[in-house]
């Protein structure tokens, strides 16, 4: 399976439908090649071809960009897996030494700028030669491939490091130049985690950008997957999610995206049962501002997110990809699987994971409520990775938490929010569980109250600072402080902290939030309920006069106060659609 990606397509009223686009187009219900083992990327902005078939998958998406991307690890096709069947036996025919991998995706041939030299010089030191000595190849991509090597000189004189070499020469387009800049600039950024691969050196020639980091020898997660048949034990899939999550939170909290999670990307730095994973592969991964939005369609077809395909997505798209490593955990198989690459795409659009064949049933509850909560299809649903940490399933008092960019973001919103709405989330804030305050009370702590036990604005910023990097600079999450200075006069106990920090979207996935809301609205009718026009309503929710006949059921008519419909309505609000997405050139 190669990396996807698409191109957006512009309605006549302006809307953007995702178009999944191929260089070649293959019949859905055509046998593909035996033979045939792809390792084809898909190509960023490839323009489309129209196919002879008439398309079976949802309106606005196309078939795959490759054309039997699904089976990288496979010598010939197999039938479609239980939801029970292993891994091992599905991979069975995997390919042995020198596997094909994913590289970062080739753009266009040729030059851009109508025939104009495009500049390859990086910067990098110049004398790669002179300073390691290179050895065996390790692994190979699109772009170049990885081998092993030893220092000569300074720091790293007789260590061992791996080397990502990444051909010049497939630098075609300036899109691929900064791709490969953005790479070692995160890698540079992202310093200091336990569970990142090291980066050390970024060296060039003339041929050739040289990336030195760490060499973790003891395989990838794959490798170990299969080693047991397939699945984990419960107890062992906690302490490797741990480890996923931890690393993923702290790129989150530093405004990176990974957006190429799977079990090829996280390796082991020995061979040891109890060796601590690395996540590696930075090669698609970008900066994002906490209010921003991606649209270009990249990762790999199997544990890309919904919203991805839907071309706006941010960070929750690396959530999902976690809930599909831990699906795989398990149970052994894929929870989104086809023959083609479109075919996984469909499913992922459409279908729902089975939770309900073997071994599922013998599956703790809490295990199939994590699973799920990380794999809702409406990403503003999905647990973030610190809230993962601290789920029922995975919680261990005994391992920190990490700080949570969404606090930033919910209490930002909070502050700009109007009377009517706080009124409504202090109220549900007085209905949450013991689940929900245990993840609050642990992003109180780390903001360090006053002796009042009160945060003010000066809390907030100087826990960004104490976790601040340069990835974090670079990709401006300090600039959402700018948003929350009304902080600076004024302090927030840790009650106002909850209404602040809770996310009605993510309350409504539980299982529970019917009962969440029933009591949080009997606070609501002694607190906060008033009587509001239809009109007013409109402007608490920014909506025009076309709206008022759908509003008005949301009003009683006995008091002309909130109804419980109108509150729960009320709380979840009303998505409209956001301009603020970045479009790589």
């Not at 606070?523 to 909506?543: D, K, M, P, S």
Request: hydrophobic share 35%; charged share 25%.
């Amino acid at each position: 399976m190669g990396q996807c990606c698409g191109k957006a397509a512009v309605g006549e009223n302006g809307d953007v439908a995702t178009t999944i686009v191929a260089p070649e187009e293959v019949h859905p219900q055509s046998p593909l090649p035996v033979s045939e083992v792809s390792n084809n990327p898909s190509v960023r902005n490839t323009p489309t071809r129209g196919s002879p078939w008439p398309s079976p998958y949802p309106a606005g998406v196309a078939p795959s960009p490759a054309r039997s991307t699904p089976r990288r690890f496979f010598r010939r096709p197999f039938p479609p897996p239980s939801p029970a069947k292993h891994i091992k036996a599905s991979l069975a025919k995997r390919l042995g030494q020198g596997k094909p991998k994913e590289g970062t995706i080739p753009e266009d041939s040729g030059n851009e700028g109508g025939g104009q030299m495009l500049d390859k010089t990086f910067g990098y030191g110049k004398n790669f030669g002179a300073k390691y000595e290179l050895g065996k190849e390790v692994g190979r991509g699109h772009f170049g491939h990885t081998c092993c090597a030893k220092g000569k000189k300074g720091e790293l004189k007789d260590q061992v490091v791996a080397v990502k070499i990444i051909s010049k020469a497939k630098m075609t387009t300036a899109i691929s130049i900064e791709d490969v800049r953005r790479e070692v600039k995160i890698l540079r950024g992202l310093s200091g985690h336990k569970h990142l691969v090291k980066f050390y050196d970024a060296c060039e020639d003339s041929n050739n950008v040289y990336i030195v980091m760490e060499l973790c020898e003891g395989g990838e997660l794959l490798d170990r997957i299969l080693s047991r048949g397939g699945r984990y034990p419960e107890e062992d899939a906690k302490a490797i999610l741990r480890q996923i999550l931890n690393v993923v939170s702290f790129c989150h909290l530093q405004g990176v995206v990974h957006r190429d999670l799977k079990p090829e990307n996280f390796l082991f730095t020995s061979r040891s049962d109890d060796a601590d994973m690395k996540l590696i592969d930075f090669g698609l991964s970008d900066f994002i501002k906490p209010d921003e939005r991606l649209n270009d369609i990249v990762g790999s077809a199997y544990y890309v997110a919904p919203e991805v395909l839907h071309r706006s997505y941010s960070l929750e798209g690396d959530i999902w990809s976690i809930g599909v490593i831990t699906y795989i955990l398990l149970c052994g198989s894929r929870p989104f699987w086809a023959r083609t690459e479109s075919g996984i795409f469909r499913a992922v659009l459409r279908a729902d994971p089975n939770f309900d064949d073997v071994p599922w049933p013998s599956v703790s509850p809490e295990a199939k409520d994590f699973v799920k909560r990380l794999l809702n299809k409406d990403y503003r649903k999905r647990m973030t990775a610190v809230q993962a940490l601290t789920h029922p399933w995975l919680r261990d008092e005994n391992i920190p938490i990490p700080l949570d960019i969404l606090i930033y973001k919910l209490v930002k919103s909070y502050l700009h929010a109007t009377p009517l709405k706080r009124a409504a989330l202090k109220s549900v804030s007085k209905a949450l569980t013991e689940d929900e305050l245990f993840y609050l009370r642990a992003q109180f702590a780390l903001l360090e109250p006053n002796k009042d036990g009160r945060v003010s604005f000066e809390n907030f910023r100087m826990a960004l600072v104490s976790n601040a990097t340069d990835a974090m600079k670079e990709s401006r999450v300090p600039d959402i402080l700018n948003s929350m200075t009304t902080l600076s006069y004024r302090k927030m106990d840790f009650d106002e902290f909850c209404a602040a920090a809770i996310s009605t979207h993510q309350l409504e996935a539980r299982e529970g939030w019917e009962q969440i809301a029933s009591i949080a609205f009997e606070h609501f009718e002694q607190e906060g309920n008033r009587i509001i026009t239809v009109e007013e309503l409109a402007r608490e929710l920014n909506l025009g006069s076309t709206a008022y006949s759908i509003l008005k059921d949301w009003i009683r008519s006995s008091d002309g106060k909130l109804s419980f419909l109108g509150y729960t309505k009320f709380l979840h609000g009303v998505t409209i659609r956001s301009s603020n997405t970045r479009h790589h050139q």
